[in-house]
């Protein structure tokens, strides 16, 4: 059996996932982790950040569709455009993708266009799906989710207050986002925004909606672009846009006015089990990283080569057992939203959202570590894998959000434990007495 199957899921991998595992292994191996310098060879060439991307990425995006290697997010239990797979065998394929940084978008998985490729698949209108879905799952065109803004605390997306007002059959729209990842790809056409429609809503959770903003309307405007420790993400970026009175119509609104946190949940969830799956495959990477380095014969410290030395042992122990557990999560996760859907399986993604990029930080920073120096450098991907783990904490809702959200739905369970607890006692107390003792308790 494969060691990319674990034997507990096993029984639920089919032939046809199986091949494609291996193929997308082959194809990660042999062609996107030796593009990834390419690409950034290709990006230095072009001598600017933005505007630009490097062309390496369409011959990958040409061989991956030739092999049949596209859209396999999308999966068979919910959507009909995908590759006819299930949420958990994309998730053991996802985990070899997430070794290369071009290897997800080569087969047309990437963030953020798979989280809004999934709202436009749910909750699109024909004309919209036409418009954006089609060439996003064909992969001519990219695509960013705006939510957060830089005034207010994103966490909590009740606060979000970019003004979508109605003015005939337009809607106009006023205020500032920040964070949004893609938006400097030129690639980039189609902006899903999050603002609010109706602020006299009884219900905060009905004031926002989700309208679609094509790049480029006028008004629109790209003020900088931020960084992640210094790493400017380019050609994909994370701008920060300002939205002048910018016009769009109507019948650009997803869904209906006030639906707008039915949209975000919807598209959250899978979006959070995706970057959950990616991450295995760099702590997976990270690990393979440092089992080289510590078996490099040139490399002695004290008379010993480095795999001697029982603590860097231990580190390749705790890390294969921490990804290992972390991968059953993951998993366990995946076959939850198979058999009901995101918001069934609520309690498992955030489990996979929070415990999995805190393992992949730990293994990746042993592997910092192993490499003494060199790996803070520019000459491993070790440190901008550190960087970028070290967001998704934060991106998608920070871990305390989901915690508090876990915490919350467990503790409700209090009273029927408060009186079980009760119970038992007094079976002890019954218990005690019979044997002629006087309980104290
Ligand atoms: C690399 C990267 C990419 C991103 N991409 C996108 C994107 O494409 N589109 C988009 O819209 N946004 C994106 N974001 C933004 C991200 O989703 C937000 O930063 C996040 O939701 C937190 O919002 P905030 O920054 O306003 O933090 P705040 O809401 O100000 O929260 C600050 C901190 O407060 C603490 N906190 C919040 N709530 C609680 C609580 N209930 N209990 C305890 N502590 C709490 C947390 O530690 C949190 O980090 C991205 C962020 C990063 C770093």
Redesign the pocket.
Known sequence: MSADIPPLVADRVSQKARDTLDLVKKFVEEECMPADAVARAQMEKQGQRWGVYPPVIDDLKAKAKKLGLWNIFLSKTHYAEGAGLTNLEYGLIAMILGKSSLASEAVNCA??DTGNMEVLAKYGTDAQKKQWLAPLLDGTIRS??????PK?????AK?ISLKMERQGNEYVLNGQ??????AGDPRCKIYIV?GKTNPNAASAWEQHSVILVPAGTPGVKIERYLS?YGYD?APHG?AEITFDNVRVPASSLVLGEGRGFEIIQGRLGPGRIHHAMRSLGSAERALELMIARVNDPNRKTFGKQLNQHGVIMEWIARSRMEIDAARLVVLNASIKIDETDAKGAQREIAAAKVMVPAMALQVIDRAVQSHGAAGVSQDTPLASMWA?MR?VR????????H??QMGRNENKRNQAILGKFEQQRERVRQKLREYGFEPKL
């Open positions: 963030a953020p960013a989710f705006l939510m957060t803004e207010v605390a994103s966490s909590d606060n986002k920040w964070w949004s990842s893609g999050l992640v993400d994370h970028h967001t934060i991106a998608d809702g920070p871990d305390e959000v915690l508090q």
